[in-house]
């Protein structure tokens, strides 16, 4: 069997790889990347490396040749420019013959109002679309989203906010990743949608949870839309960035994330790394990268 996980250099990939190594020969992994040469470590240890740019069809073709399992990792970019990415690597699967496809969505999708939905939206729909069996891995929010305010609260700032009472599911890239991989090896998981989250909390819960990890108490600023965008315009966001971060902070204010789930859990077959632990992971990255 040849499984393939695409953006294998990116973030979240490199940790499904890494996850999958642990639990089959790297003979039967492929990665699929835009730039090759950022995965000779990779080739290096036995798995092979293809190059495939979503905005380049034809690399897909060859890059999803023969294989059985797909986990499609969503891009990076605006909703248009994701859609049509996705589309190609969609449609690629489809003629490459795929069996299985993988999906990394967002919470909800289908009836998501984050301003990061449509694309998801559209991808689940077009995998549909195929006939070919899918796996929708809905994942809530990366806890290493929250890096920045993770800083700045260890160098005193307080957390500041717009979000409200909106709760979000945050775990770590590596838990997602650990489910990602598990759906990959795994049986059973022919179309199925899992909404993958950790334990729903606020934002005063968590700036209280860090607080509990650094020893010392992290105030919460609750802001408006319009006052956040104006203190991340002066920690030096670009312009365009601007609207994106206070549109996700909304969309978490109007309970876009807000979906109780046990299927991270499930999938995983173990806990969800608890919050204290997952936060002081990223507070001793963040120390040792100073």
């Known amino acids: 069997m040849k499984i393939l996980v695409t953006g294998a250099t990116g973030n979240l990939g490199s ?14 992994l492929v990665v699929s990347v835009r730039n090759p040469e950022k995965a000779e470590g990779l080739r290096a240890r036995g798995v092979e490396v293809r190059h495939g740019d979503f905005d380049r069809p034809e690399t897909l073709d060859n890059a999803f040749t023969g294989i059985d399992r797909l986990l499609i990792i969503s891009a990076d970019g605006d909703n248009e420019t994701r859609i049509h990415q996705h589309s190609n690597a969609v449609q690629a699967a489809e003629r ?11 919470a909800n999708a289908t ?4 301003l990061m939905a449509p694309p998801h939206v559209a991808t689940e729909a ?41 709760k979000v599911g945050w775990a770590l890239q590596q838990d997602y990743a650990d489910a990602a991989a598990a759906v990959l090896v ?29 020893g010392k108490e992290v105030p919460v600023q609750q802001v ?26 909304e969309s978490i204010r109007n309970g876009s994330l807000d979906v109780e789930s046990n299927d991270l859990e499930k999938v995983l077959g173990r806990s969800v790394t608890p919050i204290n632990e997952a936060l002081t992971q990223l507070v001793n990255t963040i120390s040792q990268t100073k």
Not at 236 to 243: A, C, E, Y
């Open 224 to 249: 408006s839309d319009e006052k956040y965008a104006e203190i991340m315009k002066g920690l030096g966001l670009p312009d365009f960035v601007i609207p994106i971060v206070v549109g996700i902070q």
């Open 96 to 106: 490459a013959g795929v069996k299985f496809i993988a999906y990394t969505s967002i």
């Open 126 to 166: 077009a995998i549909i679309k195929t006939g070919i069996p899918y796996s929708f891995l809905r994942n809530n929010w990366y806890l290493e989203n929250e890096i920045g305010s993770i800083q700045g609260a260890m160098n005193g700032a307080p957390w500041v906010t717009s979000a409200g009472e909106g």
């Open 111 to 114: 009836e998501s109002k984050n």
């Open 186 to 214: 795994g049986n059973g998981h022919e179309n199925t949608v899992y909404e993958l989250s950790g334990p729903l909390l606020t934002q005063e819960e968590l700036a209280s949870a860090l607080g509990n990890v650094l």
């Open 15 to 28: 940790k499904v790889v890494e996850s999958l190594l642990k639990s089959i020969p790297a003979s039967e």
